[in-house]
């Protein structure tokens, strides 16, 4: 089913200066993209539930435990930091006084 526009009007709305190659270029895309959207409009989609994706997707969550193995020893974490004072991690200040 072919789709006709005029490409060199478009241009103009778009404020694009275009050779006639590029018209004819663009031209010739454009309805290639407008005749394959179209035969996308023209399949029977009657009795096909609305998705947002494909395949079913649940998620995955896991119940939120605090066990031995998930506890970070203190000491062993702020040791690894670049600068650590007391039981705090030190960094530098993100808001500067003026």
């Known amino acids: 089913m072919p789709v006709d526009i005029d490409i060199s009007h478009v241009a103009r709305l ?12 663009y031209g010739r895309q454009c309805r290639d993209l407008l005749e ?9 989609t009657g009795g096909v539930e609305p998705t ?26 702020l040791g690894q930091a670049p600068n650590a004072e007391a039981e705090f991690f ?9």
């Open 90 to 98: 030190r960094v530098p200040p993100a808001i500067e006084d003026a």
């Open 52 to 77: 947002s994706h494909p395949l079913p997707m649940t998620n995955r969550f896991r119940e939120d435990r605090v066990t031995p193995d998930t506890v970070l020893d203190r000491e062993e974490v």
């Open 14 to 25: 778009a404020r694009l200066r275009l050779s006639p190659e590029e018209l004819e270029t």
């Open 36 to 44: 394959h959207v179209a035969r996308i409009q023209a399949v029977d």
